[in-house]
């Protein structure tokens, strides 16, 4: 069975960091998609940022700069470090591994910015 185990959030000052995990259970997921997307209150799910089995990157282009994502394939876990937080942060994030039809969630995490 598989599972997406998801860890850190919380609240945070505008300009603060946080980091956030995934580890994923039940299966290797070394040739998987690994990333993160986030859902704010009254809008869609958007993808954040994701990262190939290869390691090849892609972010939206609001968290350029400020955000890396990174994957441990050994612990099956995929990483999300958010820095010079700002208030349209705020959302609830999830963690998504996905290889072709196959598509996994975590449970999602509250990150608040807020002063």
């Known amino acids: 069975q598989v599972q997406l185990v998801q860890s850190g959030g919380g609240l945070v000052q505008p300009g603060g960091s946080l980091r956030l995990s995934c580890a994923a259970s039940?299966?290797?997921?070394?040739?998987?998609?690994m990333g993160w997307y986030r859902q704010a209150p009254g809008k869609q799910r958007e993808l954040v940022a994701d990262?190939?089995?290869?390691?090849?990157?892609n972010y939206v282009d609001a968290v350029k700069g400020r955000f890396t994502i990174s994957r441990d394939n050994a612990k099956n876990t995929v990483y999300l470090q958010m820095n010079n937080l700002k208030l349209e942060d705020t959302a609830v994030y999830y963690c998504?591994?996905?290889?072709?039809?196959?598509?996994?969630w975590g449970q999602g995490t509250q990150v608040t910015v807020s002063s």
């Open positions: 998504n591994v996905r290889r072709g039809l196959a598509g996994y």
């Open positions: 039940g299966t290797s997921f070394r040739l998987y998609i």
């Open positions: 990262i190939t089995s290869g390691g090849s990157t």
